[in-house]
């Protein structure tokens, strides 16, 4: 059916898309992770990240579903077997985030509505770009994701580290296709002295007397200073919406309480 009526979204970063597109009616299911916005907890849950619930799926009837990187390819295949349509979406950058929100715009008959957010989102990316020329430095910036193992930023935060002034310590890491890419040692955090640390412990709390506690921390100048900060994890670790407003405005203000200071 074009355009679809029932829509599943197994992550959040569509579900808060297609809020934004004033199509949240069309939402049928989601997963249980998400939070953005609020109201969409309310919808039928089907999923984790990376396990579905194929009969509830398939109870609610969907003409399509949306899932996201290889980590649900299984789930992407055994949808497609139980003759559902679906569209995996699998971008890792800032560009690819407005990719999404177009894609989703076509695939719903609302492209009008998908470029007219997507102007809007780049309208703030601009401003932000804009405000950061006027910083006299630019922060070196370890993001860790994870910390066991250390985990850098995966490829649409570091493209925001650099949109909001900052320069990502390890962003020849930052493309990635898997985490497993992005570990870092100790070592290599402690060789590159960032000046700022910022953690989003995925689906946990970032403990700085922890970080502060790492053999040889106390020697890095993001340590010394207290330059460690969190930014939450659902609002950066999305590839959506969420990462290019709340989640940029999170690094935009680092790095200027840095730039100010330094």
Known sequence: MFPPRR????TEETVETLYLLGEEERIVGVSGFVVRPPEARRKPKVS???DAKTDKILALRPDLVFTFSDIQADITANLIREGIEVHAFNHRTVDGIFH???TVGALTGEPAKADR???DLQRR???AKEKTRAFPVRPRIYFEE???PMISAIGWVSDLIEIAGGENVFAELASAQGATGRIVTSEQVIAVQPDIII???CGKGFKKDAVRARPGFDAIPAVSNGRLYEVKSSIILQPGPAALTDGLDSILAIVEDFAHDG
């Open 7 to 10: 829509i599943i979204c197994l």
């Open 48 to 50: 984790t990240f990376t």
């Open 100 to 102: 999404m929100i177009r």
């Open 117 to 119: 957010l997507a102007r």
């Open 125 to 127: 990316i601009s401003a």
């Open 146 to 148: 994870w910390d066991e």
């Open 199 to 201: 953690g989003s412990w």
